[in-house]
């Protein structure tokens, strides 16, 4: 596609139930980055795909967090057990293979746990 | 825990004013670094990226980066009321592709 295109651009969810975010690459683009972002933060980096494989999930803050790329293009974060604190716009970004590529963000997905 | 620090503002500038924006960093083994900016409910967008020490010049914008002081700046020249945003400064480690991202520094341009 023209940009990255995630989806749903907002979600709400009740605290303890599981939610899924989607993420959809620029064509082409073999590294894909998830982020959250809290309000007045900066992005925080969660997990990077290079192809179908986590290559650094060292952002994940635990085991309720899990993302796969079976394909090696979209991208689906998973997030169980919701709790409040897990309120924040979710960001994916990807970029071509190699060196210092710009990685485009996508618009986000703003999660809101009550 | 490697930070990325920066102003959290507001600077206000004065329409056509130059704009400087400020970031040091914790971990002397970053190499690589970029300044994004956000609009408020917006993504962030890549406005520049810096790998040595020195200045490099993109249009108005001129990033600078001293790695002896750990330090990276963003010059906004002739700031426009467009450029007002939050300026995003972010940096990558050897080897890795994550971004540590600063918390931003929101700059108001007046007209």
């Known amino acids: 596609g023209a940009g990255v295109s995630q989806t749903p651009s907002n979600k709400v969810t009740e605290k303890g139930k599981y939610v899924e975010l989607r993420c959809d690459p620029i064509s082409g683009h073999t590294a894909l980055y998830w982020y959250r972002q809290s309000l007045g933060q900066g992005p925080e980096f969660l997990i990077y795909?290079?192809?179908?494989?986590?290559?650094?999930d060292s952002g994940l803050p635990n085991d309720r967090f899990f993302a796969v790329r079976p394909e090696g293009s979209v991208s689906t974060l998973k997030i169980q057990r919701t709790e409040r604190g897990d309120s924040a716009v979710y960001l994916c970004?990807?970029?071509?293979?190699?060196?210092?590529?710009?990685?485009?963000f996508g618009q986000g997905t703003r999660l809101t746990v009550v | 825990q490697k930070e990325v620090e920066q102003n959290s503002g507001p600077l206000s500038v004065p329409e056509g004013a130059i704009a400087s924006l400020n970031c040091t960093y914790s971990?002397?083994?970053?190499?690589?670094f970029f300044w994004y900016r956000q609009y408020s409910g917006k993504s962030p967008e890549l406005i520049m990226f810096?790998?040595?020490?020195g200045d490099k010049e993109d249009g108005r914008f001129t990033a600078q980066l001293n790695k002896a002081s750990q330090y990276v700046s963003l010059l906004i020249r002739d700031s426009q009321p467009s450029d007002s945003a939050t300026y995003l400064c972010a940096v990558r480690d050897t080897g890795r592709r994550a971004l540590t991202f600063g918390s931003g520094t929101r700059l108001q341009v007046q007209p």
């Open positions: 971990d002397r083994g970053s190499q690589s």
């Open positions: 810096i790998y040595s020490n």
């Open positions: 970004a990807s970029s071509a293979f190699g060196g210092n590529t710009e990685a485009f």
């Open positions: 795909f290079q192809g179908t494989g986590a290559a650094d």
